[in-house]
């Protein structure tokens, strides 16, 4: 059964950090590109990273740029997103998902995770 499922969320100040891990299971995740989507409250779905299956590159959205840092560990079949200095307006429920391109569009990829909450309040 293919699988992606997604932990590190939770509840954080203004200024802390999250490291938000997805593994894979039913299929090889070396073989395809990771990103990772957040959905706020009656906002659409946005792409915030993503990284390709081949040489690495990544992107970043401009409002997480020098504070997110997506990563890959292929012997363990698991994505990670590293979020720092985080700020209210990254409250939402974050996806991971895998696919043939490294893409910011939702429709780009193939498999999703179930969502985690991230929530920064004081």
């Known amino acids: 059964q293919v699988q992606l499922v997604e932990s590190g969320g939770g509840l954080v100040q203004p200024g802390g950090s999250l490291r938000l891990s997805c593994a894979a299971s039913g299929f090889t995740l070396d073989y395809y590109a990771i990103g990772w989507f957040r959905q706020a409250p009656g906002k659409e779905r946005e792409g915030v990273s993503c990284?390709?299956?081949?040489?690495?590159?990544?992107y970043y959205a401009d409002s997480v740029k020098g504070r997110f840092t997506i990563s890959r560990d292929n012997a363990k079949n698991t994505m990670y997103l590293e979020m720092n200095s985080l700020e209210p307006e990254d409250t939402a429920v974050y996806y991971c998902?895998?696919?043939?391109?490294?893409?910011?569009?939702?429709?780009?990829?193939?498999?999703w995770g179930q969502g985690t909450q991230v929530t920064v309040s004081s």
């Open positions: 990284i390709s299956r081949n040489d690495g590159s990544t």
């Open positions: 998902a895998a696919g043939p391109y490294a893409v910011v569009v939702p429709r780009g990829y193939d498999y």
